[in-house]
């Protein structure tokens, strides 16, 4: 168990419809990640929050937007889905700072499937 | 192509066996990461290396670090059953003011019993 919880696990919808993937990071973590792993592509940064702040974007599409609460829990909201999003969605954690990236704790993802 | 290549791409192994995993990079290497995946799961950090000629090891698992080459190698001694599942590797790259891992494709093992 990594200690990085994602809700929900597997998720069906149509296209054009929106969906939000939520993450808990693993207790003390400040970083937040999120990354998309598809067949073709593999594992795709999509954005990094620090400590409520966006840090850094990847190849995040203008449809999806991210933010990271108080807490410290994240939310990846994905909207005017495509065929093309589906995808395993993953969230990762750490604590996080300047450097080198460092461990990472992954989530076991959310399963997006878009019909 | 890849900024990180992974060879060979899928790997069928008889249980007992040694293999290699490599992880070719077509720039300087800073943080190389392996990372081991179950099917449909997340991934599991494995080891980080960072100075070129560093190894490490992780009960059977061996990954070293050969920055000349810009490559690693992740090398399993008498495999498992347990040892099987998606093996990937990940490198710091500059992003923005900060770092930030891409990704290698992954190499998919399967142990025969």
């Known amino acids: 168990d990594s200690g990085v919880t994602q809700t929900p696990k597997h998720l069906i919808t149509a296209t054009g419809q929106r969906v939000t993937l939520r993450c808990s990071p693993r207790?003390?973590?400040?970083?937040v990640y999120w990354y998309q792993q598809s067949l073709d592509q593999g594992l795709q940064f999509l954005i990094q929050?620090?400590?409520?702040?966006?840090?850094a974007k990847g190849n995040i599409l203008e449809r999806f937007s991210a933010q990271q609460f108080p807490d410290l829990h994240s939310e990846l909201n994905l909207s005017s889905l495509e065929l093309g999003d589906s995808a395993l969605y993953f969230c990762?954690?750490?604590?996080?700072?300047?450097?080198?990236?460092?461990?990472?704790?992954f989530g076991e993802g959310s399963r997006l499937t878009v019909l | 192509s890849q900024e990180l290549e992974q060879s060979p791409q899928s790997l069928i192994v008889q249980e007992g066996k040694n293999l290699t995993i490599n992880c070719t990079s077509s720039?300087?290497?800073?943080?190389l990461y392996w990372y081991k995946q179950k099917y449909g799961e997340g991934l599991i950090f494995l080891m980080m290396?960072?100075?070129g000629g560093e190894e490490k090891s992780h009960e059977k698992i061996t990954a070293k670090l050969d920055e000349k080459k810009q490559q690693s190698s992740l090398h399993i001694t008498a495999s498992q059953p347990s040892h099987a599942g998606i093996y990937l590797c990940?490198?710091?790259?500059?992003?923005?003011?900060?770092?930030?891992?891409?990704w290698g494709a992954g190499t998919k093992l399967i142990i025969k019993p």
């Open positions: 990762a954690s750490s604590v996080g700072g300047k450097g080198y990236t460092g461990e990472l704790f």
């Open positions: 207790s003390g973590d400040l970083s």
């Open positions: 929050y620090y400590n409520g702040e966006e840090r």
């Open positions: 720039k300087t290497l800073y943080g």
């Open positions: 290396l960072q100075k």
């Open positions: 990940g490198a710091d790259r500059t992003w923005d003011s900060n770092y930030q891992l891409i």
